[in-house]
């Protein structure tokens, strides 16, 4: 069995930055593509952002894009989101997610297309305004 901690999240003010770390053990990290998903209370889980297993691919949610960047180690069975010029809209609780369904080396999608379904508990970001 295999399982996904999350860390990194905290409080931060409107404009600042943040960066998140999810770490994979129990499983073969390197064959799968993984992405970041968030939740506020009351509303439906919603991308972020998902990166290739060899890490040459990403893909972004529009509301993130030009402010968030995705990237893994593999090495380190790592994987991070750098997120600037935060907003309070990004104020949400971030869970890593794996694609389990292995795909070609530089394959990512995102979900209906993708189905992402390993999940870590979330490490909450606040952002004040």
């Known amino acids: 069995q295999g399982q996904l901690v999350e860390s990194g999240g905290g409080l931060v003010q409107a404009g600042g930055s943040l960066r998140l770390s999810c770490e994979a053990s129990?499983?073969?990290?390197?064959?799968?593509?993984m992405g970041w998903f968030r939740q506020v209370p009351g509303k439906e889980r919603e991308f972020v952002a998902a990166i290739s297993r060899n890490g040459a691919n990403r893909i972004y949610a529009d509301s993130v894009t030009g402010r968030f960047i995705i990237s893994r180690d593999n090495a380190k069975k790592m994987m991070s989101l750098q997120m600037n010029s935060l907003k309070p809209e990004d104020t949400a609780l971030y869970y890593c997610?794996?694609?389990?369904?292995?795909?070609?080396?530089?394959?990512?999608?995102?979900?209906?297309?993708?189905?992402?379904?390993?999940w870590g508990q979330g490490t909450q970001v606040t952002v004040s305004s």
């Open positions: 129990g499983r073969t990290f390197n064959n799968f593509a």
């Open positions: 997610a794996v694609d389990r369904v292995r795909t070609v080396l530089g394959y990512v999608g995102r979900p209906p297309d993708r189905r992402y379904d390993f």
